[in-house]
């Protein structure tokens, strides 16, 4: 692993042990951790505004919470594992019999070594989580719950980072900051998304603006949306949210909803350039994270997603299972470059123009390849003769990497050098 790897790996260790949520200090602490990767300025929102069909809530933070048991023994511990306490969990105290308490614990019998992560932002509800094999032990008797939370008016955080370029079509990418201790999803997320950003930083001459969101899952992307959906219709060219980016599975990418995109299209082709196995899977609005707002059919962006195993079908999902030991930082780093190259297809996809379209020009006169014909040709070469022939102004750089086979990279340096002998232009 080089240094970027164990960059990440750093990161994640700070990270892990804050208990986020979509609000609160948690979520604050977390952004101004990753701020040290990126300037994050922090858009916000106040409890109880209105944002598209919802309204903001109030902010949720944590003292304290347990599960002493008849013994007086702590048997369910906050401190010791944040996943335990159900997340927005109202305030509660008092003496329950077991069959009472059973009533606000959730564990999952199908994988009785797994603690559940369980939710309740929009519904007044306090509850804990335990494996089925804990659930098991107890025994009737009077059990002490203390659950020594917060939920008071304050402010929806959203962390944002842009980065400009010569034009004002922009690149999104996405993530979110909201569950707690939990690794693929969703601490690789904003990882990658903080790296990414440090990496296109660098990228010479930048066409597009770039702009890098750090956000609370779904009510973030839709306060966002309330204040720069139009903006974004006008000008997004390609968008991704980053989820489930850390483990060392096959890549999977997420349509956008319009199926065939910028977006896909320069997802599915840097794909296919790496060589490596990958699934494309359709878009659903039904199960996935903040492309389902983004691709809501009033905005209908060009927003895919690209992972690796995806969210819901791996067992460690939502449970205390997803956690450092099914982290893969090689792999994240990967995710980092693979990134970075959709957004390089991006930048270079532009259509040329033959300016000698009648018959193939003599490109040996010109010096542009070597001058003797022989056996093997190089991978230059026939980038020359497909962008020569393909370039009607029609198609774009993906479009005759898509038909030649040939190398983003390659058939946007090849172009270049055929625009300075003056027989493509933009
Ligand atoms: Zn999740």
Redesign the pocket.
Known sequence: MNNLGIKIEAYFDRLWPICRSIMGPGFRRSLDILKEVVPLKYLEFKTGDKVLDWVVPKEWGVNDAYIMDPDGKKIIDFKKNNVHLVGYSIPFSGTLSLSELKDHLHSLPAQPNAIPFVTSYYNEHWGFCLSYNQLKTLRPGKYKVLVDTKLRDGKLVLGQAILPGKSKKEILFSSYLC?PSLAN??LSGPLVLAFLYDKISKMPNREFTYRFLFIP?TIGAIAFLSKYGSSLKKNLAAGFVLTCVGDAGDFTYKLSRQGNSLADRAALRVLKETGKKFSIIPFDPAVGSDERQYCSPGYNLPVGSLMRTQ?TIYPEY?TSLDNKSFMDFKCMEEMVDTYYSMARAIEVNYKWQNKKPYGEPQVGRRGLFRSLSEKGRQEDELAMWWLLNLSDGKNDIISIAERSGARIEVLARVADKLEKAELLKK
Do not use: A, I, L, M
């Open positions: 569950h999803d969703n899952e969210y939502h």
